[in-house]
């Protein structure tokens, strides 16, 4: 059984950058799956930003693509996230989550919030 | 790419099914056969209840059922009972490798 759980700063400055990691446990990443993140601002729904794997291949979200950076760190069986300049509007929980095929997102961390704030 | 529309609520009383809808356009739902949905209970992760339009992960019961036709998917949910209640989201892939949410749909048990 897959088993994530995303960390992170909880509070970052606006136009700063966001880091979170997403530890794996129970699988290999090397063996294969996608690893991703999506997002939920409070009251809103999911947004899916991105999906890495274990080749380097990435994958974003066209609306996110240009401040969103995924890695896939095999040595270390994680995932991260990097968001640039963040405003109010990426305030949301993070989530990571696997996927077998690509097509669906079979499971996931418990999330983390992070608020962005002066 | 936009959002795909679900409406925002829907309820039904213990025992009887709701069915939630979920439209895209010819380029997402109606173009892939990769429509999945999503159960949440308030402050915990999404947990999938179907995936590839119509399959059941393994655990999830079958009062959980998925269809499609055209642009628009459909989850229902059969013998509804009380830890029903929850938000449900739908997904489709969108092409180009892109994966779209829809809004989501709070799900109450009267």
């Known amino acids: 059984q897959v088993q994530l759980e995303e960390s992170g700063p909880g509070l970052v400055k606006p136009s700063e950058t966001l880091s979170l990691t997403c530890g794996v446990s129970g699988y290999s990443i090397s063996s294969g799956y996608y690893w991703g993140w999506i997002r939920q601002p409070p009251g809103k729904g999911l947004e899916w930003i991105a999906y890495g794997f274990h080749s380097g291949a990435t994958y974003y979200n066209p609306s996110l693509k240009s401040r969103v950076t995924i890695s896939v760190d095999t040595s270390k069986n994680q995932l991260s996230l990097m968001v640039n300049s963040v405003t109010a509007a990426d305030t949301a929980v993070y989530y990571c989550?696997?996927?077998?095929?690509?097509?669906?997102?079979?499971?996931w961390g418990q999330g983390t919030q992070v608020t962005v704030s002066s | 790419q936009s959002a795909l529309t679900q409406p925002p609520s829907a309820s039904g009383s213990p025992g009887q099914s709701v069915t939630i809808s979920c439209t895209g356009t010819s380029s997402d739902v109606g173009a892939w056969n990769y429509v999945s949905w999503y159960q949440q209970h308030p402050g915990k992760a999404p947990k999938v209840m179907i995936y590839?339009?119509?399959k059941r992960p393994s655990g999830v019961p079958d009062r959980f059922s998925g269809s499609k036709s055209g642009n628009t998917a459909s989850l229902t949910v059969s013998g509804l009972q009380a830890e029903d209640e929850a938000d449900y989201y739908c997904?489709?892939?969108?092409?180009?490798?892109?994966?779209?949410f829809g809004g989501g749909t709070k799900v109450t048990v009267l």
């Open positions: 997904c489709s892939y969108a092409g180009a490798n892109n994966m779209v």
């Open positions: 590839d339009v119509n």
């Open positions: 989550a696997s996927s077998r095929t690509y097509y669906s997102f079979d499971y």
